[in-house]
């Protein structure tokens, strides 16, 4: 993870809001608003629609556009799908508006005008994290900010499977395995018994799903994981994508090519452990 120091402009700025939230929605009216009155182009998502910006389907829309900065609007969810969507840097602001935890987000609505006030005079940090991208028969799959998630398709069979990861090679029955970044150390990997990462570190957490002997969670360095499973099995991006993977086919999961980046008001260590309550 990287820490830098900088200033934004703010000539192309997207909007993105919750799906299916009226609150976030019109959250999302009031920030297109500010950043109208900072003379930005500013885009919104539908079905957000105000008269002065310029309304498209999905993020994916805009990737002919130099964005400045994508601010997001609803909780995890919002934000991981957004950085699924963004392939390229695009520095993305994440406001907490009915989201449940909220463990990636960096302000409250409230915060907005200090936020954009520091922006303006290079009073932010942008943070670089790590995302992981999965391939199969030789597509890759979108990438993913926290975890991919590995699984049996068919819930009556244990599936083996064998991670590989340089010059090692784990070796066993499970219903499936996570490999989560440091972001997603917190996330479904923590719920398994997981250890909670710093987000600075480049390294991954394989995690065991319900594996037939007892099989701690393994953290290795960012380089490439293979796994190959004895049945067909779904990999889940995010918990939001599914792709599929026939058995026997290796599956490759390595560092994604492209960071996710955050616009930080200050800097502090271990966020996502703060937000967790601890």
Same mark, same amino acid.
């Given at each position: ?7 934004? %402009? +703010? ?8 799906? *299916? ?7 999302? !009216?009031?920030?297109? %608003? ?6 930005? /182009?500013? @885009? ?7 008269? *002065?910006?310029?309304?498209? $389907?999905?993020?994916?829309e805009l990737k002919k556009e130099k964005l400045d900065l994508v601010v997001t609007l609803g909780g995890d969810g919002t934000t991981l799908r ?5 392939? #390229? ?12 935890r909220g463990i990636l987000s960096e302000i409250t609505i409230d915060e907005l005008d200090t936020a954009i006030n520091q922006m303006l005079a290079? %009073?932010?940090?942008? &943070?670089?994290? /790590? ?15 926290? &975890? ?6 068919? +819930?009556?069979? !244990? ?16 219903? *499936?395995?996570?490999?989560? /970044?440091?972001?997603?150390? /917190?996330?479904?990997? @923590?719920? +398994? ?13 394989? !995690? ?13 360095? $960012?380089? %490439? ?8 099995? #779904? ?13 026997? &086919?290796p599956i490759t999961i390595k560092k994604y090519n492209k960071h996710a980046v955050f616009v930080r008001l200050k800097k502090r260590g271990l ?6 309550? @601890?």
């Open positions: 993870m990287q820490m830098i120091h900088t200033w934004l %402009k +703010l000539n192309k700025v997207a909007v993105v809001s919750k799906f *299916g939230s009226k609150e976030s929605e019109d959250a999302a !009216t009031k920030v297109s %608003k500010k950043f109208l009155s900072k003379k930005s /182009t500013v @885009f919104t998502i539908a079905p957000v629609k105000l008269e *002065g910006t310029k309304q498209v $389907d999905t993020i994916e957004a950085f699924r969507q963004l392939r #390229n840097e695009v520095p993305v602001l994440t406001i907490n508006v009915g989201g449940n290079g %009073k932010i940090i942008l &943070e670089k994290r /790590t995302r992981v991208v999965a391939s199969c028969a030789g597509k890759d799959f979108p990438p993913a900010l926290n &975890e991919i998630y590995i699984n049996r398709t068919n +819930l009556t069979k !244990t599936a083996e499977f064998e991670i590989k990861f340089q010059n090692d090679t784990v070796k066993q029955k499970m219903d *499936g395995v996570i490999i989560a /970044t440091p972001s997603g150390s /917190t996330g479904h990997s @923590f719920s +398994l018994g997981g250890p909670i990462l710093h987000e600075s570190l480049d390294v991954l957490i394989i !995690t065991p799903v319900a594996p037939v002997y007892r099989l701690e969670s393994i953290v290795v360095p $960012d380089e %490439k994981v293979e796994i190959i499973c004895s049945h067909d099995c #779904n990999v889940v991006m995010d918990a939001q994508v599914v792709k599929s993977a026939g058995f026997g &086919e966020r996502q452990m703060s937000k967790l309550g @601890f």
